[in-house]
């Protein structure tokens, strides 16, 4: 792969593996936020710490479910996308290099 940085890559494409769920992923983003702020306003309020943490849970479920809901849209439009194009241009590390974004970005969410 060239020099070019992930974000310098996806930034060349116009549309995203997402995109056609963009609203369902900010409305579930809002959702998240204000389970964040729920979470404020309870430590605030010196609420049970084990409400709390149930809480916590809760967002880092949320989060996990959009992460996987991302991950799943990269592999089905810019992975298959990429291999389509390997496939006429006869270069596999265009194909390579999608597979390694998403395998890095699944190592992310193990950690």
């Known amino acids: 792969m060239s020099d070019t940085t992930i974000s310098e890559t996806a930034d060349q494409h116009l549309d995203h593996g997402y995109t056609t769920d963009k609203d369902a992923y900010l409305r579930r983003l809002k959702r998240i936020e204000g389970q964040v702020?729920?979470?404020?306003?309870?430590?605030?309020?010196?609420?049970?710490?084990?409400?709390?943490?149930?809480?916590?849970?809760a967002i880092n479920k949320a989060l996990h479910a959009l992460?996987?809901?991302?991950?799943?849209?990269?592999?089905?439009?810019?992975?298959v996308g990429a291999a389509r194009e390997?496939?006429?241009?006869?270069?596999?590390?265009?194909?390579?290099?999608k597979v390694k974004e998403a395998t890095d970005a699944i190592g992310r969410l193990l950690r």
């Open 37 to 57: 702020r729920g979470i404020a306003r309870m430590v605030d309020e010196d609420k049970y710490c084990i409400d709390i943490l149930t809480q916590a849970a």
């Open 67 to 79: 992460s996987l809901g991302l991950i799943e849209d990269h592999i089905a439009h810019c992975v």
């Open 86 to 97: 390997s496939d006429k241009t006869g270069d596999p590390e265009i194909v390579q290099s």
